[in-house]
């Protein structure tokens, strides 16, 4: 029988033993059960990035996987707890807070939900401040271990869910307004836009465009990749999940800009009179056996 | 036949390929042995700090487990290392300097010990300044992988292990002076009290109490949960692990208190004249399917 | 069947979810194939340091394995992607940049190389920016799940591999000229030397020794292990991997020298009139039944 996947997104970070005591639940719970670990730093409470992160990395992972997720901000009335089945059989057990729903189309949509309230399969005596631990945590491991989903609790519409709005772009007819959705380990800004949006306002892959952000312009090149551009270059191009992103290479683009998540900026065309045609430089050749 | 699981808390980080190097000697040494990460961000050669986390997370991980913890500061005569078994069947391997002693009473206490100087099961020349790789994880693989306690060494009475002493709040007829154990990957404050401390010192859940900390004193409610109160209001009130800590909603009361471990702090009942009666407010109902 | 195993190390980070698409990429190709974490905190781009961290790690990993190693800095032509088998049955893939190389001899010697020109095994449109999700991971995953070394591409002389020239120290008559090559967890520096080097400059175990580093002229003892100082204090001595080390014991030599990787030093013999004789204290008895 093929290994049951549970993959683990949260923000507990690896300063204590939060992610340690959940993962001993699921092996005390389901110890056939493998973990797969996604991101475990998604900034504190911070449910967009999040949200992004997974819809992202959902492709790559294993179908069908349960996918624990667990970026659960304090609210009055705490978000309930939910199960999430998408039409590709894979799995979604989070709060009902949106963390979860821009992975879902990526999984073929929400197909079925059920709200984590059948409490025998919880803690005994579950602490309100580590649900993650003591409801979120055996409910994903016993569903990786087979469990139905109609066992984890009562059937919730799926229009009933709460679902995250994507902040677009802004596309104008010679310049697009986007932000920061996502700072990587390299320094690398993930922008909230695609290709698409910068030809809308009448840019193409070769252009140099004006990039203002934190109240700074600049005219970089927007290339296919940013190993195109000189070491310590800046450059706007395609990143590997096809979206665009401002690089330095062999850089920190999120230093160089002093630029964070949500940091709003915009991409321009260029008008000035008398620029020539721009030369895209040759394709690197990928894995060429030189 | 079950999985076989080593749990493995250490501060060794994860800067080098220190962690990296003992997972690959126990891989090498029992393959089947499955490894689940507790901590390895304890802070440097801090023997309490490791005590602590264990004794809590250990009721959370798998039963029966061989515990395998590194956290041995280096000394003029070396702790030698010891393995022990407690009355729930787990195993304790680790330096014997107490880092393992808080644990053992969560899973019965300790019922029988060895000293590891069978030197047959280690490194044919270990390092003395990396026992973790030549020592402790070889022996607690063969542990892990089935080997009877005895054949690591030595027999040792269990009253001649070292133990740690906690440190216990000291409680007057109208406040409590405890400490920081532990300050959590949010900056949430985790204290040497319980409830019961508080109790004694005239303080309910619902009252305003007066927090002495970093040479400030503040007026907090003592809640059930820092959920209680608005976004970035500090709160004392009970974790997930029932001990009393010191929080910020969606904040860090590291930050705000300038308190890292260790750090003493008061917290007194308040005595001013005229107070009212102070309403508990009601508690948030978690997992409701509103 | 024995577990296939597949160690990963590289300079992702943790602070986004690249990793966990590789390993997702990984269990979706092979599900039977076991990841081993060696590091993945190489600095950015830093090849030499990947490969120093892989050879010093590679003999404490399991046999035979599958070594995916990562760090890839862009070049004009990106380095091309390459499988290198050794003669006890490990395979490394990598680009052909140096990074697996010093690991090669640990392993017996590179016998055999393939190019990863088999686009059949890669993701159908691979991003050139993120070769390792999907070129390299699927590819080694393959390999680790039992795919002939021949069948990932064009066989190539291992003598056309790129090695890395390690930077040897310099001997004089009564001093040595050495670099950092490492800083650990705990700030210890690993330079590029032995105890060998140090003799062959009439340095003997016992002696004390001058250090010249980033301006400062400090007299420290060259001793077997720094746990022979007292708490605080620096020593040259040879670490766990039987390379030369400068360590402060229980602090960091890093931080107390404000020294990094790549920092040169020096290490002089004394030569004062009057020297005494340097008694060496005793060895520490490690793991004794005291």
Known sequence: MAPQWLTFLSDYGHEDAFLGVCKGVIARTAPEVRVLDVLHLVAPQDVEQGAAVLASAVPY??????????????????ARGVAVRTADGSTFVSPDNGLTSLAWDACGGAVEAHVLDNAALWHPTPARTFRGRDVFSPVAARLAAGLALAEVGTAVGVDELERLAVRPPTV????????????????NLTLNLERAHLEQAGITLGDEVELRCSGKSLVVPFLLTYGEVGRGRLAVCEDSFRTVTVAVNQGSAAQRLRAGRGEPLVIARRTSVGRGPVVLPPEPQVLSAR
């Open 61 to 78: 992972l294993p179908v069908p996987s349960v996918h624990l997720a667990l970026v659960d901000p304090f609210r009055a009335t705490p």
């Open 172 to 187: 104008e007819s010679d310049h697009v307004h986007g932000e920061v959705v996502q700072v990587d380990h390299f320094g």
